[in-house]
């Protein structure tokens, strides 16, 4: 597939559809986490939203609580 009026082929289209896709997932994440107070929830959301793959990068390695429930 070619969209010629945009000049991006295939190979490109994987380039963006993964970091979209990386987005979406890490949105869901922070929705569904319990661990996150419901307070912080919206600033990692806009975070992610405004930074996108650097946002979701941040996200996965400070923003997500590692502690184990024992």
Do not use: Q, R
């Amino acid at each position: 597939m070619n969209l010629s009026f945009i000049n991006i082929g295939t190979t490109e289209m994987y380039f963006l559809l993964i970091p979209f896709i990386f987005v979406i997932y890490t949105i869901y994440h922070i929705i569904t986490n319990n661990n996150i107070p419901g307070n912080k929830k919206p600033l990692w959301i806009i975070a992610v939203l405004l930074f996108n793959f650097v946002g979701c990068i941040f996200y996965w390695w400070f923003g997500k609580d590692k502690s184990k429930n024992i």
